[in-house]
């Protein structure tokens, strides 16, 4: 039986990562990025396959595009990708036939992070802000679902905050970093809001499924979203509890400085119903245990804590 192949752009990247290691059985990876993965990856060795490049590099594109079953585009960010993609895609000789964009929740107003009355479909109406604020993912979008042949099956997963255990350059480094300095850990705005945050094996299950045809509707959007959100206060005490902090102190309407607990966005109220009703059944790991866990990890690269802590 032939193998079924995924060309993955951003493959060795936090979310490329978790791709990897949720991709079913039978699925071979054709990755583009422009660090090349580690030994330990599984798509640095056969019969996955590698590209070092960016993603603008039409030739290097097209040759990991070519002979594809779909395509997962983990990287993209404005109308320029979106042109060297369609480049790229219309020159191959066997072109893949499904397209998966990934992006963040950046795509709206940040108006329109507190209340969409419309529901899903006012991301597809919404005029562009002034500021065009987001609006490179809706170019990259709109370039693809206009230069794409109108076989090509098109969707886009807007992604909110990610939590990757195995990340050690994420943001919350810096948190602890500043905690061990100073005592304190900030939170903007109050510690109860609750910012959107999915476990990234969660997005990396909803991808796999959208890659295997799950959303049939051409240039569909879908946003990721759990039914339960800790708030603020309690993923950042979680996050210096894993990492032996619990003396730290936590405070609130810190809207600048060092160690400053980013994405508060009020109350996230991310529409993820159309897709939970598209894919019923997602991993939704404990956030809580995760973000211990990530604590835990990134305590281990920090040094020695004990006696590192000034109150203030």
Same mark, same amino acid.
């Given at each position: ?5 995924? =060309?993955?752009?951003?493959? /060795?990247?936090?979310? !490329?990562?978790?791709?990897?290691? =949720? ?9 583009? #990025? ?7 990856? @599984?798509?640095? %060795?056969? @019969?996955?396959?590698?590209? %070092? ?25 404005? $109308? ?7 480049? +790229? ?5 066997? @072109? ?9 929740? +950046? ?24 500021? &065009? ?30 939590? +990757?255990?195995? &990340? ?23 510690? /109860? ?5 999915? #476990? ?8 796999? %499924?959208?890659?295997?045809? =799950? ?31 619990? =003396? ?17 966005? !009020?109350?996230?109220?991310?529409? $993820? ?15 809580? +245990?995760?973000?211990?866990?990530? !604590? ?17």
């Amino acid at each position: 039986m032939t193998a079924v192949a995924w =060309a993955v752009l951003g493959a /060795t990247g936090r979310l !490329g990562r978790a791709l990897q290691a =949720a991709l079913p059985a039978g699925v071979v990876v054709h990755g583009l #990025a422009r660090q090349p993965p580690p030994l330990s990856a @599984p798509v640095s %060795a056969a @019969p996955h396959s590698f590209v %070092a490049g960016h993603r603008r590099d039409v030739g290097r594109l097209r040759a990991v595009l070519d002979g594809c079953d779909a395509v997962l585009d983990l990287c993209g960010m404005d $109308g320029d990708d979106a042109a060297a993609l369609v480049e +790229a895609w219309t020159g191959c000789e066997r @072109p893949p036939r499904r397209l998966v964009l990934a992006s963040s929740l +950046a795509e709206r107003r940040p108006a329109r992070w507190s209340e969409h009355p419309s529901g899903h479909a006012a991301l597809e109406h919404e005029p562009p802000p002034e500021d &065009d604020y987001g609006q490179g993912k809706r170019a990259l979008r709109a370039g693809c679902v206009a230069g794409l042949p109108v076989d090509v099956q098109i969707c886009s997963l807007l992604l909110p905050q990610l939590l +990757a255990v195995d &990340d050690d350059d994420s943001r919350q480094r810096a948190y602890l970093e500043a905690a061990l300095t100073e005592g304190v850990l900030r939170l903007p705005g109050g510690g /109860t809001q609750r910012p959107c945050v999915v #476990a990234v094996e969660t997005a990396a299950a909803a991808l796999v %499924a959208l890659a295997l045809g =799950a959303a049939p509707d051409r240039g569909g959007v879908f946003q990721i979203a759990p039914l339960q959100q800790p708030p603020q206060r309690s993923l950042a005490r979680a996050l210096l509890d894993g990492a032996g902090l619990e =003396a730290v102190d936590i405070v609130e309407g810190a809207w600048a400085g060092p160690g400053r607990m980013p994405h508060a966005g !009020g109350e996230e109220r991310v529409d $993820g119903a159309p897709l939970r009703g598209l894919l019923p059944v997602l991993p939704w790991p404990d956030l809580l +245990a995760l973000q211990g866990a990530h !604590g835990r990890r990134l305590a281990a690269t920090l040094g020695p804590i004990d006696g590192a802590i000034r109150h203030r």
